[in-house]
């Protein structure tokens, strides 16, 4: 539980005159206070945002954010930033996972010739709103207030040449209005002082993406979490990807946006367990669940019944036959790490089929080609704590072989087919066990296990979900506002547990 104490924002700077184009404020300090007045040395809560010319090692800046990080303060950015942007061979690597993208973006923009030139990213921000993923993204990586990006035309494609930390000196007057309403957003919406509260149980955020189209929980349920939070004396505050800087103002993490290992759900809750929150995904959940081929290994291997198939490469047209003549028409091919039915396909004869994998094989190494199964429903079966929570048959669109049918429908969405919700003792206990078996290869998260049942009685895994639908008058329609409390109640526990064994520790 965090101590009910304001937490003190601080600009500081190793030359104040460097501050003249803004409105003068008390928050702005040089560095030779922050580092020696024993004002700023007995706080027991500050962030401060070190602006300072110099970060380079052994400088006035590195020594600031130094002292910052022994004092308990959070600095942007922290030591280990600046350390890891000090040398080039230990940054380069963690972005080249952006190389696709900073290429494409960049042969778009530029036409001119032109073989480099520098961006200057202000809190993950720049002007050009094309680049602003690919800025955030970095930002997430090396929370930097002001970063200058180098990129470069080498031969046939844009990289990223180098990462550097910069002060209030590199801009412009028309930067330096960017950077007055981006620090202003900043230091109100991220780094806000906290507002007098009462002592909670624990302190909660819940993540989510606003406007998503898929959401893992709707409005309604969101406003059923917070009320069971309410209930039972948690703090919960709904943050989105901008807020990761303020990760450790919180307890726990519930993400409710889909998750992945190419967006930024994976690094929020990476760092998230770094600062020692209980999360919810779990990092190793997330890595998990969301590759299909790793699922159905770990399956296979425990001997628990997942769909007949097999895992192909290109090229392997001995496998690929092999899988026909075993299965036949039609096949269903799966992208490892897709969701919501997205990166699956039905081919209906041979044509399509490679026509499907040769669009597949462009975005994975791997695809998971299985035999189809057609029922009219799947079940889902909600799994905390390897305990069942609630269940479900989601039933096939209308017209359609999958729950989810991504042609566009009324005002150019997605849509689904109907579901009924059961209570668990309805379930058959051969569903339940074959989730509850499932799970336990995975962790003691949340989960949503998609099962098939033949005519004869046989269930099937589909998939593991780590991250599952909780909709209002859907998954909740048995169990009402006790489903929200259940899992609510499962962070008390653990961070509860957490203090426990943190406080026997130290005794020890």
């Not at 031969?155 to 990223?160: D, G, L, R, V």
Request: proline content about 3%.
């Amino acid at each position: 539980m965090k101590e009910n104490e304001s937490t003190q924002l601080f600009i500081i700077l190793d030359d104040l005159s460097k501050w003249n184009p803004y409105y003068p404020t008390d928050q702005v300090i040089s560095a030779q206070d922050y580092l020696f007045s024993k004002k700023y040395r007995d706080l027991k809560k500050a962030q401060v945002i070190n602006l300072c010319i110099d970060s380079s090692y052994l400088s006035l800046g590195h020594y600031c954010s130094m002292i910052a990080e022994a004092r308990g303060h959070k600095s942007l950015p922290s030591i280990k930033t600046m350390n890891d942007l000090s040398v080039k061979s230990l940054y380069i690597g963690d972005v080249d996972h952006l190389s696709h993208r900073v290429d494409n973006a960049l042969k778009e923009l530029v036409s001119d010739g032109t073989k480099s030139f520098n961006l200057l990213s202000v809190f993950g921000q720049v002007e050009n709103k094309k680049l602003n993923s690919i800025t955030k993204e970095i930002f997430q990586i090396f929370p930097v207030p002001l970063l200058e990006i180098e990129f470069e035309f080498n031969e046939m494609s844009w990289a990223i040449q180098s990462l550097k930390i910069v002060s209030l000196n590199k801009l412009d007057p028309k930067m330096e209005d960017f950077f007055a309403s981006k620090i202003d957003h900043f230091s109100n919406k991220l780094w806000r002082t906290p507002k007098s509260r009462k002592k909670y149980v624990c302190d909660l955020g819940i993540l989510i993406t606003k406007d998503e189209q898929l959401p893992p929980s709707d409005e309604k349920a969101l406003k059923k979490f917070e009320k069971a939070c309410k209930k039972l004396d948690v703090f919960c505050e709904f943050i989105t990807e901008e807020d990761l800087p303020r990760i450790n103002e919180f307890d726990a993490l519930f993400v409710r946006t889909t998750t992945s290992i190419s967006n930024f759900t994976y690094n929020f809750v990476k760092n998230a367990e770094i600062e020692g929150l209980v999360t919810i995904d779990d990092s190793d959940s997330i890595v998990k669940c969301t590759n299909k081929i790793f699922i159905n290994n770990s399956l296979e291997k425990k001997k628990i019944k997942t769909i007949p198939g097999s895992y192909i490469i290109k090229d392997k047209e001995e496998e690929l036959q092999e899988i026909i003549d075993n299965y036949g028409f039609p096949l269903i091919c799966k992208i490892p790490d897709g969701s919501f039915s997205l990166g699956v396909k039905k081919a209906d004869n041979k044509e399509q089929l490679e026509d499907i994998l040769n669009e597949m094989f462009s975005h994975s190494s791997l695809v998971l080609v299985q035999k189809f199964m057609k029922t009219i429903y799947d079940w889902r079966i909600g799994v905390l704590n390897n305990e069942p929570i609630y269940a479900c048959k989601y039933y096939m669109s209308q017209g359609h072989w999958q729950i989810y049918n991504h042609s566009k429908g009324i005002n150019n969405r997605s849509f689904s087919g109907k579901s009924e919700t059961l209570p668990l003792y309805e379930v058959p206990r051969e569903v339940i066990k074959a989730a509850l078996d499932s799970t336990s290869i995975i962790g003691n998260g949340l989960y949503g296990v998609d099962l098939k049942e033949d005519a004869d009685g046989n269930v099937y895994i589909v998939e593991i979900n780590d991250n599952p639908n909780i909709d209002s008058g859907i998954e909740d329609k048995v169990e009402k506002d006790l489903l929200y409390e259940k899992i609510i109640q499962t962070f008390i526990n653990r961070v509860c547990d957490d203090k426990f064994k943190r406080s026997n520790t130290r005794l020890v």
